[in-house]
């Protein structure tokens, strides 16, 4: 089966580092993704991931674990706007590519 | 901008309604999904279109059914509904569907669908 779990909501403050982590069992992994989604629009891509390692962009960073089936994202620096949904998501390669999403962890960023 | 315009934002319908959601894509993308997200629950795949063909139908019950007339457009008819399909329903495009996995989809606003 095909399954990703990740936090439901989080808490930070402003000016801190905050680490979302990602959990996915899948069969037919072919990449890992990273959205982020403000309350009311479109879902946003941020990153991916397909090899095992750290990958950098600005004050995002995404980590991927193939052999423990992990990720994580890691924002810097936060920022009041950096307060949204931030949604992992796996591409499942069963014959064809297919995202399959996790539910999302809603995250606040306080003064 | 994401380049992905859907319309309606906001739909409100009775349940023996027929009415239509819209997704314009201005990016060159050969592949148009509809996904629908509800409250606390992950995205889920609904439909897939590569080249104006039907490639995945993820099943969905027959009251939704979609039409890609070209690979900009792509339509999502709805009748018949059921209050349980109250929820956001999202359009997304991406460059191809199945040849390359690192490609991002982008997704539009989305259509907020309340079921009366």
């Known amino acids: 089966g095909q399954n990703i779990d990740q936090p439901t909501e989080m808490t930070a403050t402003e000016g801190a580092i905050v680490q979302i982590n990602c959990t996915y069992q899948t069969s037919g992994f072919n990449g890992l993704f990273w959205y982020q989604q403000h309350a009311g629009e479109a879902p946003t891509f941020l990153s991916y991931n397909v090899l095992d390692g750290l990958e950098e962009k600005g004050r995002f960073s995404s980590f991927l674990s193939r052999s423990k089936g992990y990720s994580y994202l890691l924002l810097k620096e936060l920022q009041m706007k950096d307060s949204a949904s931030y949604l992992c998501a796996f591409m499942f390669s069963g014959g064809y590519n297919k995202l399959i999403f996790g539910a999302g962890t809603r995250l606040a960023v306080h003064p | 901008e994401t380049g992905v315009t859907q319309t309606p934002r906001h739909l409100v319908m009775g349940m023996t309604n027929k009415k239509s959601l819209k997704c314009e894509q201005h990016l060159g993308h050969n592949a148009m999904y509809w996904y629908k997200q509800s409250a606390k629950k992950p995205l889920e795949l609904m439909f897939v279109?590569?080249?104006?063909?039907?490639?995945e139908n993820n099943s969905v019950p027959s009251r939704f059914s979609p039409e890609c007339p070209n690979s900009s457009h792509l339509f999502l008819h709805l009748h018949t509904l059921q209050p349980e399909d109250s929820a956001l329903y999202l359009c997304?495009?991406?460059?191809?569907?199945?040849?390359?996995?690192?490609?991002?989809?982008?997704f539009g606003d989305g259509t907020r669908l309340s079921i009366l």
């Open positions: 997304a495009s991406s460059q191809d569907w199945a040849d390359i996995s690192n490609q991002p989809q982008h």
């Open positions: 279109y590569s080249l104006e063909e039907r490639v």
